[in-house]
């Protein structure tokens, strides 16, 4: 029961962790590329070794706030209810 309450909530955080990441990466770009945007794979003008660190870097930050969510949410779960949702 507790799996499916805790779904459409994981849902909800999970698009919200994407807006939350996109944002990061545009900080972390600015931080690491120094360009306002970074290289997209499609851009004709970009090299290889400008594109791929920049996907690597867009990887890397959504999957650890993806990771940090989800966790923190089952946390959650677990702490109002003494049941892990996994």
Do not use: N
């Amino acid at each position: 029961m507790i799996k499916l309450l805790y779904k459409p909530l994981g849902m909800v955080f999970g698009a919200l962790g994407g807006v939350l990441a996109g944002f990061l990466f545009k900080r972390l770009w600015k931080l690491v590329g120094r360009e306002e945007d970074a290289p997209k794979a499609t851009d004709e003008e970009r090299r290889w070794r400008e594109v791929l660190p920049a996907a690597a870097l867009q990887g890397a930050t959504l999957a650890v706030v993806k990771a940090a969510v989800d966790r923190s949410g089952a946390v959650a779960v677990r702490k109002a209810t003494g049941t892990w949702p996994g």
